[in-house]
């Protein structure tokens, strides 16, 4: 587990969560803060915990993706990765979108443990979704209502296909309760290694609307809430701001240096907010290599190296699977208003193609 709240504020600088977290609460008693302590810390041990991780330390946003240092010692490193699939052949699959064909079923060995909630197949197939029709294919993807972060409560129907090509998650509130949407590959198909991408539009976050929203797309591990290890891939998460992306990776291995993170300033070339057109999230997984980013801007390049002894093997080099979730309204982003509902989170296509397949 991390270390200590309290320990971490005065070890390093705060994160972009802590510090909205601080400023939402400083005139809460001890007691309260200590409440709001333990659901940043840590994400779920179990399939229905709500709490959530993010780590690191941030010592500015990047505005520029060649800086070694934008970061601080253990969030982004760029430039310096060497090795592995060429930036000529990742920028390749930065600009493609997936075959506008239906997608083979996964096709692959069964991982994880048997019965156990997440276990699927182990794609060693490309597949890929345009999300065309009015309902989910149910060989790739599942409605979830499983809640890891957010005071929301995931509902089927909240989620669905718009008849247009798109997956959309909305946010609704009905008395003093709130509704949304979640779909996974959970049990469907997990990925180990390759090219991780989907195209979203995020909703909106920014000059007071939606300040409480919580959107993320990410990998989990198969088996966590058994193993002995945890971890997580936040390809993209926001924070009650659509005009910053971040993006973590996160492991239970009990050195916070294990934990990257990364925040850039959605650029002018996205209209400096992420709800105003969809864009490409994307992580290139290799064997000893991740890199993730949205669009031409890199987010992070981290390797094996980058971790202490035997973490990288336990967390980064097993299998995981997908979640698409509209989170709202954890404690430490403010309540939403109730001209903030409805919203949407909002995904044009989903795609996986293992490593092998990547020329």
Same mark, same amino acid.
């Given at each position: 587990?991390?270390? %200590?709240?309290?320990?971490?504020?005065?070890?390093?600088?705060l994160?972009?969560?802590?510090?909205?977290?601080?400023?939402?609460?400083?005139?809460?008693?001890?007691?309260?803060?200590?409440?709001?302590?333990?659901?940043?810390?840590?994400?779920?041990?179990?399939a229905?915990?709500?709490?959530?991780?993010?780590?690191?330390?941030?010592?500015?946003?990047?505005?520029?993706?060649?800086?070694?240092?934008?970061?601080?010692?253990?969030?982004?490193?760029?430039?310096?990765?060497t090795?592995?699939?060429?930036?000529?052949?990742?920028?390749?699959?930065?600009?493609?979108?997936? %075959?506008?064909?239906?997608?083979?079923?996964?096709?692959?060995p069964?991982?994880?443990?048997?019965?156990?909630?997440?276990?699927?197949?182990l794609?060693?197939?490309?597949?890929?979704?345009?999300?065309?029709?009015?309902?989910?294919?149910?060989?790739?993807?599942?409605?979830?209502?499983?809640?890891?972060?957010?005071?929301?409560v995931y509902?089927?129907?909240?989620?669905?296909?718009?008849?247009?090509?798109?997956?959309?998650?909305t946010?609704?509130?009905?008395?003093?309760?709130?509704?949304?949407?979640?779909?996974?590959?959970?049990?469907?198909f997990?990925?180990?290694?390759?090219?991780?991408?989907?195209?979203?539009?995020?909703?909106?976050?920014?000059?007071?609307?939606?300040?409480?929203?919580? %959107?993320?797309?990410?990998?989990?591990?198969?088996?966590?809430?058994?193993?002995?290890?945890?971890?997580?891939?936040?390809?993209?998460?926001?924070?009650?701001?659509?005009?910053?992306?971040?993006?973590?990776?996160?492991?239970?291995?009990?050195?916070d240096?294990?934990?990257?993170?990364?925040?850039?300033?959605v650029?002018?070339?996205?209209?400096?907010?992420?709800?105003?057109?969809?864009h490409t999230?994307?992580?290139?997984?290799?064997?000893?290599?991740?890199?993730?980013?949205?669009?031409?801007?890199?987010?992070?390049d981290?390797?094996?190296?980058?971790?202490?002894?035997?973490?990288?093997?336990?967390?980064?080099?097993?299998?995981?699977?997908?979640?698409f979730?509209?989170a709202?309204? %954890?404690?430490?982003?403010?309540?939403?208003?109730?001209?903030?509902?409805?919203?949407?989170?909002?995904?044009?296509?989903?795609w996986?193609k293992?490593?092998?397949?990547?020329?």
């Amino acid at each position: 587990m991390p270390k %200590p709240y309290l320990q971490k504020l005065l070890d390093k600088n705060l994160t972009r969560k802590e510090f909205i977290g601080l400023i939402g609460l400083a005139i809460a008693s001890l007691t309260g803060i200590t409440g709001l302590i333990r659901e940043l810390e840590s994400h779920a041990a179990t399939a229905t915990a709500s709490i959530e991780p993010e780590n690191g330390s941030l010592s500015g946003k990047v505005t520029a993706v060649n800086d070694t240092t934008a970061s601080g010692s253990k969030g982004v490193k760029f430039g310096s990765g060497t090795g592995g699939v060429s930036d000529a052949t990742l920028n390749a699959l930065i600009a493609a979108v997936p %075959p506008t064909t239906a997608s083979p079923a996964p096709s692959g060995p069964s991982v994880g443990q048997a019965g156990q909630f997440d276990t699927g197949t182990l794609a060693t197939n490309e597949v890929w979704d345009n999300f065309d029709g009015t309902t989910l294919d149910s060989r790739l993807w599942q409605q979830d209502t499983i809640n890891q972060g957010g005071t929301q409560v995931y509902q089927n129907a909240n989620m669905a296909l718009d008849g247009s090509g798109h997956a959309v998650m909305t946010c609704t509130k009905s008395g003093s309760t709130i509704y949304s949407g979640r779909f996974t590959s959970r049990q469907k198909f997990n990925m180990k290694y390759g090219w991780c991408a989907a195209s979203i539009k995020m909703p909106l976050s920014k000059n007071g609307v939606g300040g409480a929203w919580f %959107p993320a797309f990410w990998m989990l591990l198969v088996g966590y809430n058994t193993s002995p290890n945890y971890c997580e891939i936040d390809i993209m998460e926001q924070f009650g701001d659509s005009t910053t992306y971040s993006t973590h990776l996160y492991s239970d291995s009990g050195t916070d240096s294990d934990n990257k993170e990364s925040y850039v300033d959605v650029p002018a070339s996205h209209s400096s907010d992420a709800s105003q057109a969809y864009h490409t999230y994307w992580m290139l997984w290799e064997d000893n290599r991740i890199r993730i980013g949205v669009d031409q801007v890199r987010m992070g390049d981290w390797k094996s190296t980058d971790f202490t002894a035997g973490t990288w093997v336990a967390h980064f080099q097993q299998p995981m699977y997908y979640i698409f979730n509209f989170a709202a309204a %954890p404690d430490w982003l403010p309540a939403p208003k109730s001209t903030d509902f409805p919203a949407q989170m909002s995904v044009d296509w989903a795609w996986y193609k293992p490593l092998s397949a990547i020329s």
